[in-house]
Nanobody, 125 residues
Framework: QVRLVETGGGLVQAGGSLRLSCVGS????????MAWFRRGPGKGPEFVSA????????YYADSVAGRFTISRDNAKNTVFLQLNDLKPEDTAVYLC??????????????????WGQGTQVTVYP
């Protein structure tokens, strides 16, 4: 079992920045993949970014590449998502997810076994 708790969301003006954190507890190994998804108003979960726990290999959705950065602190079992140059369309609940392997289709939400409750990010013009 893995428990995930996200923090760091908030209200920010367009062009601003936020840093999200996801603390994991339980069975997190070097083979684990951690990811961020987001769920905008009236939308289903959308892949944002993923990171391989072992070597830190990172992956991004085209919509956030160059603006968002994923990283992890192995000692603290924490994955971060730095959000820069935020846009109103980034408004969503951001969810942390984990799976005990690295799937080739890492962007597919149905492959993730564990999910946090989410943290709200709201970007105003």
């Amino acid at each position: 079992q893995v428990r995930l708790v996200e923090t760091g969301g908030g209200l920010v003006q367009a062009g601003g920045s936020l840093r999200l954190s996801c603390v994991g507890s339980g069975r997190i190994f070097t083979s684990t993949t951690m990811a961020w998804f987001r769920r905008g108003p009236g939308k289903g979960p959308e892949f944002v970014s993923a990171i391989r726990w072992g070597d830190g290999g990172a992956y991004y959705a085209d919509s956030v590449a160059g603006r968002f950065t994923i990283s992890r602190d192995n000692a603290k079992n924490t994955v971060f998502l730095q959000l820069n140059d935020l846009k109103p369309e980034d408004t969503a609940v951001y969810l942390c997810a984990a799976v005990g392997q690295f799937p080739s289709n890492y962007f597919a939400r149905e492959l993730y076994d564990y999910w946090g409750q989410g943290t709200q990010v709201t970007v105003y013009p």
